[in-house]
């Protein structure tokens, strides 16, 4: 399957140049000419299926064209080794619990795809060294990392804000070491991301490196996202709750969303979408006025949705030909501050004993005061709340368990360099690890 730029002005690209490059020429983000729809057959009896098996079929979908079938089935039971249950939470919400990888956040779908993806590209055409830049705001980076940690011919940097990650967060990926290198960044998720977008664009520095991106722009990370909304739909049809399925999304870079947007294309019945922001509001004062806005990003309590430029709403708009009016018929928008999302934890754990992260909590609270009679709604809670334990301790005053997988991060030693906002500086680091 071909590719194109969100821009419009980049020449056309195979998969394997989409994942390699990450980002088109133009700055614009890559989509696939066409989204096969799944057959109704599918559908039919998609209850009767395994994780593993509903994605198989959503992969070759995407991916079959260019990767052999028995490859992209075991680079789909490799990143499927864990579970992810749909838990129910009051009598019409539901929580689709995304945590159960090995950095108990969402991303370890994406991440763990990609790394193997990659590789498998990396070893077909006997490429040297790929380097990876990621700019994350707390999971993404966790999961990456982890993700593609000791997978041969490939460097990942991961850039993150000083200070504005949890502990646990930033232990996930500096304490890792061998082929993953952090970059402790003195600025914003923005100005991280500005930095890896800036470093794509320039010519000596990708003669010099062969770079790429696993951040939700590459497709590579962001599709295979689309597993969870086909597996939870399969989930609500074996409880017979199928019909009139609302989906809500917590929502940052917007790639998660954007998957779940390519499954409803696909042939999902799911009735409509939100997208739930914290005080980081750019998309929901699109929906409201129809001009998108960017600005600088306000840190909250639910971090990894403190995005000001969110970079999936390129591929949302380019999904719906630039129809404001397209947009808002499908997708929704809620927004919360620290103040209600802390409300909003406390009070579902006081009443139905059910522990919400704060991005979780924006998800539940959006479906609690939007869901309409005979809708059934599933929130996406994306991370362990144990990776932000001292914000949800302090809501909930009560203690929370920290599970092994995260303890055992915490045993390790931080290693991160300090890297200024400045894209000259990071230049020259990158050219200095280009002469080593």
Request: with cysteine.
């Amino acid at each position: 399957m071909k590719y194109y730029s969100t821009n419009k002005q980049a020449p056309e690209a195979t998969l394997e140049e989409a994942v390699v490059r990450g980002l088109a020429s133009d700055k614009g983000l890559f989509m696939p000419f066409s989204i096969k729809p799944l057959p109704q057959a599918f559908y039919d009896s998609i209850d009767t299926l395994g994780f593993q098996e509903i994605a198989c079929r959503v992969a070759d979908a995407f991916f079959g064209e260019d990767v052999p079938a028995d490859t992209l089935k075991q680079i789909v039971y490799d990143t499927l080794s864990f579970d992810v249950p749909l838990v129910k939470v009051t009598d019409d919400i539901y929580s689709l619990e995304l945590f159960h990888g090995p950095t108990l956040a969402f991303k370890d779908v994406g991440g763990r795809f990609m790394a193997r993806l990659l590789g498998h590209f990396i070893r077909k055409e006997g490429k040297k060294q790929v380097n990876v830049l990621v700019a994350t705001s707390g999971d993404t980076g966790s999961a990456v990392a982890n993700g593609f940690l000791g997978v041969e011919g490939i460097h990942v940097y991961v850039l993150y804000p000083k200070g504005k990650v949890s502990d646990i967060q930033e232990k996930q990926f500096t304490t890792l070491g061998r082929n993953i290198t952090a970059l402790e960044v003195d600025g914003t998720f923005d100005d991280c991301q500005a930095l890896v977008k800036s470093a794509f664009m320039d010519k000596e520095l990708n003669g010099r490196l062969l770079l790429t991106s696993a951040n939700s722009i590459n497709v590579a990370r962001f599709l295979p996202q689309a597993f969870y909304y086909f597996h939870a739909y399969a989930q609500l049809k074996r409880a017979g709750r199928a019909d009139n399925v609302v989906i809500c999304v917590p929502s940052g870079n917007f790639g998660n969303i954007t998957a779940g947007l390519f499954g409803k294309r696909m042939g999902l019945p799911v009735k409509r979408f939100i997208a739930s922001n914290n005080r980081n509001d750019i998309f929901y004062q699109f929906l409201r006025t129809g001009v998108y806005t960017p600005r600088p990003s306000i840190a909250t309590i639910a971090n990894a949705m403190d995005v000001g430029n969110p970079s999936n709403f390129a591929r949302v708009l380019d999904l719906y030909g630039g129809s404001h009016a397209a947009i808002a018929a499908e997708i929704s928008g809620a927004t919360y501050t620290d103040e209600q999302i802390a409300e909003t934890m406390k009070t579902v754990w006081k009443q139905k004993h059910y522990l919400l992260d704060p991005h979780g909590a924006c998800g539940f609270r959006a479906l609690s005061e939007s869901l309409r009679p005979g809708e059934t709604g599933i929130f996406l809670e994306t991370a362990h709340p144990a990776k932000f334990k001292d914000t949800v301790e302090g809501i909930i005053g009560e203690t929370v368990a920290i599970p092994e997988k995260l303890q055992a991060f915490m045993r390790g030693e931080k290693q991160s360099l300090p890297m200024s906002k400045e894209f000259a500086d990071f230049r020259e680091y990158l050219l200095t690890v280009s002469d080593m």
